[in-house]
């Protein structure tokens, strides 16, 4: 076992590094007719391809075509920048999937060769493959063993190594009960000793699913790039019809018949293709940047959707406030002193393991509080619950001491003195959460719990809001509370004492309303929100039904994560975005460079002819050459992203035609006048005169 441990520590954090063998042989095997119908405007490059290749090859085939004046050599130069123009588009999808079969690679390492200590139904251990454990079987693991297969806790507590799935060190605790039940196969046990329930088959594991969503065998297109794939493919076929019906327009003038290679090289210079060859490895690449901030996607879709989300539903503690609530003071009730509040609240809080709970104990302790003496067989726990509001403990001689929240407690045992009401109302203006005690139905007091809102926290949301993305606080504390943390906080919304199903409820108003809606949790009762949400992000800690409602899963466990995930769809979006509004720009440019060229000979077309391209031939191979160039020079930006920072859609569309459209229009007539001199000048040399004439000879030969 000692194998799979260390392989337990691969991480899906680490940036992968593509080998160049592997890219080229998938870039080849993509030029199957299968794959290359699945895009549509680089099909149309494709077909084309092999119609110039055939009539370059066997003219005789073709021969209206291949009258006086067909030039083999040029038809020759277009072939080839042809096949360079549906390979540079391969090379781009191939490098956005080879980073991610890397990262699907390590992950098969921690995998294989796994065994388990299966427990049977007699309670006799013996050693399974992984592969040979069913959804219900148990298993158990104790100190240095994997864990095999994913399951649920169901008895003990252990120390858990998730750093293969995290790449963080630090241990994660995972015990029966609660909502951090949950782990993962291929996590190793460093103390204690469990007994897992397996709930997957063979195959269909966390680590499976992850393995087949990163590599990408199961990458649908989302909705938004289906719709642009239509609008590309309409685009492509008016521009087709444009430039047939030019040619045809073409043939009672003095220039006569356009040969075939021009007007496919027309047609090409004139369709999306840039954006058309880099469109499938921008969606890959916004996956695999999710990957690398630890968050598994389901599937595209989901990223896309986080970038076109408008409402954010967040938990407050441990998400806008950083949670375990401390006590910090103590105020007793009119006719009660210090002594029988501290004595109150170590009693109700003796047998409470919560942080909470266990902050009173400590805070008491520090100010002198003695703790009576109590036995289990003496004590009832009575635990709290989100419809009771309150918990505490009911001894033998009937007394019953218990803490709550303030409604919860005048439910329970009558109004508070308006003393005690003014304090409890004080600190929860005050972003404090007041909790009541009473001791045989007296109010004794309150003990006041403080938590801390995140460091960054106001800012961030703050960038949320200037995105145009509403943010809406669940929380389960009282009104004033959440009143005072959503202030300081600086949410657009909130909700106070809200139970589990208030977040199911709250999604179902908004997409009533139309709205995209997004939240994160953990525990069984929030799956039916994370399935309802439009991105449920789950807790890697939470529960299998968490991580099975989501369609995203955060391997860190970090609530915050959201905001981060709705940054990557927004820069996917954005990205996808700018690269569409480049090519258009620059196909603008390309027309006003290779038609002018190819009207030279026309009389009232010079005005147009901006470049000055006085050679037809040369200004059809610059323009398509630099067509295809263009997809390699952008293949960084669709695998890195655009950068992104919060602005608004109007903003956003501004810099997008400012610095994109600019930018497509300028270096498209910036880099078709230098090909084109480039090729003159080559044109012109002894050597290329040479080389062109032994290519017709050999042309001519086959």
């Known amino acids: 076992m000692a194998g799979t441990t260390g392989a337990a520590r691969v991480s899906v954090q680490r940036r992968p590094h593509t080998s160049l063998s592997r890219v080229i042989v998938q870039s080849i095997r993509k030029f199957s007719p299968r794959e290359q119908i699945r895009n549509p405007v680089m099909f149309v490059v494709y077909v084309y391809f092999f119609l110039v290749l055939a009539v370059t090859l066997v003219p005789g085939a073709f021969p209206d075509v291949s009258g006086p004046g067909f030039d083999r050599v040029y038809y020759l130069l277009v072939t080839l920048v042809l096949f360079a123009t549906v390979w540079f588009s391969n090379v781009a999808e191939a490098i956005a999937e080879a980073q991610a079969k890397v990262q699907a690679d390590s992950l098969r390492e921690t995998r294989s060769g796994l065994k388990a200590r299966q427990v049977l139904p007699d309670g006799q251990r013996i050693w399974v493959p992984s592969g040979r454990l069913h959804v219900g079987d148990r298993m158990e693991a104790g100190p240095g063993d994997v864990i095999a297969v994913d399951g649920d806790v169901i008895a003990g507590a252990a120390l858990i190594d998730e750093s293969m799935m995290t790449g963080e060190s630090a241990a994660v605790l ?47 297109k989302s909705p938004n790039e289906v719709a642009l794939t239509i609008i590309l493919s309409a685009l492509s076929t008016a521009l087709l019809l444009v430039v047939l019906s030019f040619a045809y327009l073409l043939r009672g003038t003095a220039l006569g018949e356009v040969n075939l290679a021009t007007l496919i090289a ?31 996607a389901k599937s595209g879709r989901a990223v896309e959707a986080a970038g076109d989300l408008d409402v954010l539903i967040l938990d407050k503690t441990g998400t806008i406030t950083v949670g375990n609530r401390l006590a910090v003071q103590f ?28 902050s009173i104990v400590r805070l008491a302790g520090l100010r002198g509080a003695q703790a009576e003496k109590v036995s289990m067989d003496q004590v009832q726990v009575i635990p709290f619950t989100a419809e009771r509001r309150m918990s505490g403990i009911r001894l033998s001689d009937g007394t019953e001491a218990m803490k709550g929240s303030v409604s919860a407690i005048e439910q329970y045992a009558g109004a508070l003195p308006p003393e005690t009401r003014k304090a409890a109302q004080t600190a929860a203006r005050e972003g404090m959460t007041p909790l009541v005690i009473t001791v045989s139905r007296r109010i004794v007091g309150l003990v006041i719990l403080k938590d801390v809102v995140k460091p960054g926290i106001r ?51 908004e997409k009533q309303y139309g709205h995209l809606v997004a939240m994160s949790g953990d525990g069984t009762n929030d799956a039916p929100a994370l399935a309802r949400a439009d991105v449920g992000l789950a807790m890697n800690s939470g529960t299998s039904a968490a991580k099975e409602a989501g369609n995203m899963v955060d391997l860190d466990s970090d609530p915050t994560k959201l905001i981060e995930v709705i940054s990557i769809g927004k820069q996917l979006l954005i990205t996808r975005g700018a690269l569409t509004t480049f090519s258009i720009t ?71 035609l400012l610095i994109y459209g600019g930018g497509g229009l300028v270096s498209a007539f910036v880099g078709i006048k230098l090909l084109y001199l480039l090729l003159g000048y080559l044109e012109g040399l002894p050597f290329f005169v040479a080389t062109g004439a032994g290519l017709a000879h050999l042309l001519g030969a086959l």
């Open 174 to 220: 995972r015990e029966s009960g609660g909502d951090h039940t949950s782990v993962l196969g291929g996590s190793r046990v460093l103390q204690g000793t469990v007994t897992v329930r397996v709930t997957s088959e063979p195959g269909t594991s966390f680590l499976d699913r992850m393995i087949q969503l990163v590599e990408g065998t199961r990458r649908e």
């Open 266 to 296: 027309l047609i090409v210079c004139l369709i999306p293709t840039t954006i058309g060859g880099l469109l499938s490895a921008v969606g890959i690449s916004g996956v695999n940047r999710v990957a690398r901030a630890n968050v598994v």
């Open 459 to 509: 800012d961030r949301l703050q960038d949320l809001k200037v995105m145009g993305i509403r943010t809406v606080m669940c929380t389960g504390d009282n009104r004033l509370t959440a009143e005072a943390i959503a202030k300081e906080s600086g949410v657009d919304e909130y909700i106070a004492e809200a139970k589990p199903e208030t977040k199911l409820s709250l999604i179902n108003r």
């Open 586 to 656: 620059n196909d603008v440019a390309k027309y006003f460079a290779i038609v002018p060229g190819l009207l030279a000979g026309l009389g009232g077309v010079a005005a147009l002819n901006l470049l000055q391209l006085s050679n037809p031939a040369l200004a059809v191979l610059a323009t398509l050459l630099f067509n295809a160039l263009m997809i390699p020079m952008l293949i960084p930006l669709a695998l890195r992203g655009v950068s992104f920072r919060p602005q608004s859609a109007v903003d956003l569309l501004r810099r997008n």
């Open 331 to 358: 105020i007793p009730s009119p006719g009660e002193d210090l002594a029988s509040v501290m004595r109150a609240a170590l009693l109700v809080s003796a047998f409470d393991e919560t942080p909470e709970g266990r």
